[in-house]
């Protein structure tokens, strides 16, 4: 299935090279894991733009009944499970970060390195994980992102080879090019579509849409996707990109404090189809300070509580 820390001060410095997977019973401050709540992309890019009283798209009923009416919001996120880390790590890295050489299974649509990836960089699953592997890095004195899909270290991380790769100016609008996939199978970044703690618990606010993942989709996308991943055609497919929010009627206020936070965002800036997967699976980011029962309240919401917001033009080819 293609799919594709240091604490940040407001002077935007940064301390260190931290991973976003922090030891349980670290002391405060040694292994922070947060960018400070900082607000990626410009305020009038898609992901930052508040669609709580965008119009419903008229295919939204059947296209929330193909990705799963009766399906649980999962948070596909938190600390572990199995023994293994639940979530997409990130690392935050200082512009002087050694670049390294990375190869690409698909390098016809990936951006080609080098890559700022330390040789310890978080893989999503872990260092022996067979699924997406996704690795990410955030280069905050420049400002720019660095994605991988299929990550693997070779010699040590002196070098890395990869499914594919992705790098996004944070302070742009820019676009893939048509039909580019990237580290995510919809063309689009994956960290700014992530839940994370330091938004979360520490910012008390998400001011950017999420990332969740359907079944199936359509051999189709909606900007701000850029490819598809799918060889259907059908209508009630969702396509790549497909936005939906939470239903304003839906009450809340029940909720544990934390999962209003992340609630609230899906109300006001919804979240973007991004992957095949499991029905109605949100992103984030793995910490070992999350409280995976108080996330596991957002189970109680099901798939018939979102909408999906009117799409634009819808891209086929």
């Known amino acids: 299935m293609r799919q594709f820390v240091a604490v940040i ?3 935007l410095a940064v301390i260190a090279c931290k991973s976003a997977t922090n030891p349980p019973d670290s002391p405060p401050g040694e292994n922070e894991v947060s960018i400070a709540g900082r607000r990626m992309f410009p305020a009038d890019n898609p992901w930052n733009k508040d669609v709580s009283s965008d119009p419903v798209d008229p295919a939204s009923d059947v296209l929330i009944s193909t990705c799963g009416a009766n399906a649980q919001l999962h948070p596909d996120f938190g600390t572990t499970w199995n023994g293994g880390p639940i979530g997409i790590p990130y690392v935050v890295v200082r512009g002087d970060q050694q670049r390294v050489p990375v190869t690409f299974d698909y390098d016809d649509e990936s951006d080609p390195g080098p890559y700022p990836v330390p040789a310890d960089a978080p893989i999503e699953g872990g260092s022996s994980s067979n699924g997406d592997r996704h690795v990410l890095v955030v280069d905050a004195d420049n400002w720019k992102l660095y994605e991988l899909f299929d990550a693997h270290p070779v010699n040590g991380g002196a070098r890395w080879t990869a499914g594919s790769g992705a790098i996004f100016d944070l302070s742009s609008n820019s676009l893939r090019p048509a039909g580019w996939t990237s580290a995510d199978a919809a063309g689009l970044p994956i960290l700014p579509g992530l839940v994370r703690y330091d938004e979360v618990v520490e910012q008390k606010e998400i001011k950017h849409a999420l990332r969740f993942t359907c ?7 909606v900007a ?7 060889s259907r055609t059908e209508a009630s497919q969702p396509p790549m990109g497909m936005r939906v929010r939470l239903k304003s009627s839906v009450d809340i206020s029940a909720y544990p404090a934390n999962v209003r936070v992340i609630l609230r965002a899906l109300k006001t800036y ?6 095949n997967g499991s029905s109605f699976f949100l992103s984030g980011a793995h910490d070992m300070r999350w409280n995976d029962d108080e996330l596991g309240a957002m189970k109680q919401l099901h798939g018939r509580d979102f909408e999906v917001v009117r799409m634009g033009s819808i891209v086929t080819q």
Do not use: N, Q
Request: no cysteine.
């Open 215 to 221: 079944p199936t989709t359509r051999r189709a996308y």
């Open 9 to 11: 001060a407001a002077s």
């Open 224 to 230: 701000p996707a850029r490819h598809f991943a799918s």
């Open 270 to 275: 919804g979240m973007f189809l991004a992957d």
